[in-house]
Each structure stands twice: as structure tokens, then as C-alpha cells.
């Protein structure tokens, strides 16, 4: 009998810790405490992989700490980038949402919508 309840507890433990190890969201990226920016982009979209390649060629030596986040696939990230807007960028939401590339700045409080932006202000931090 105490066999039985033994082997009962360790296969609820196993099934349990399995549940939250998978349960957690999928990291897509490296994860600053303190990062530089946080890139918001979406898988499939031709800009956000604009700047992905202008990370991979300038920032080799990662200078720059970035927080990468794909919100397509993650709503977890998705709702992140929504709040982050409402609370000091709304005027990037546009009538069909918020589109990608975004990325914030955790320092100035400041949003950057699309491509260009983005770069300018990564390579702005670059050059400091």
C-alpha cells in the first residue's frame, strides 16, 4: 500500500513539474536586466528582419544589449508591446493595431516604429 502511494506521489511530481516546465513561454532571444532597447518583431516581416540584419553586421561584439521579442507567435510578448504603447507611445497604435518593428527604449521612456527609426537610434547609441 505505501509503495503504491509513493509511486503515485513521485508520478504527480514528475507530471506536474513537466506541466510547468512546458507551461512557460518560449524565449526567443537574449534577456538583459538592463537592456539598451527592446526590439519588438514578428516573424515573416521583411523590416523587422531589416533590423535583425543591421544588429547581426554592427553589434558583433554586443556593445548594444537588446531584448529581442517576436509577438506574432507570443502573445505574452504581444501584450507586452500593447501595454508598453498605451502607457507611453499611444500615438504609434494605429487604426489596424501596432505594427512591427517597434522597440522601446527603457531609459528615455521612448517608442520607435518601423525600420529606420530603429536603426537611427541604434546606431545613434553606437556611436556614443
Request: aromatic share 12%.
Amino acid at each position: 500500500m505505501i509503495k503504491k502511494v509513493i509511486y503515485f506521489l513521485v508520478i504527480s511530481l514528475v507530471l506536474v513539474g513537466t506541466y510547468f516546465i512546458l507551461s512557460k513561454p518560449p524565449t526567443d532571444g537574449s534577456s538583459y536586466e538592463n537592456p539598451d532597447l527592446v526590439f519588438y518583431w514578428g516573424e515573416g516581416c521583411p523590416h523587422c528582419e531589416t533590423v535583425k540584419n543591421w544588429l547581426s553586421e554592427n553589434n558583433q561584439q554586443n556593445i548594444l544589449k537588446i531584448n529581442s521579442k517576436e509577438v506574432y507567435k507570443n502573445q505574452n510578448n504581444s501584450t507586452e508591446l500593447f501595454n508598453i504603447v498605451n502607457q507611453y507611445c499611444p500615438e504609434i497604435k494605429g487604426d489596424n493595431g501596432i505594427g512591427v518593428p517597434a522597440a522601446f527604449d527603457p531609459v528615455g521612456k521612448k517608442c520607435y516604429q518601423g525600420s529606420d527609426q530603429i536603426i537611427k537610434f541604434l546606431g545613434d547609441k553606437l556611436t556614443k
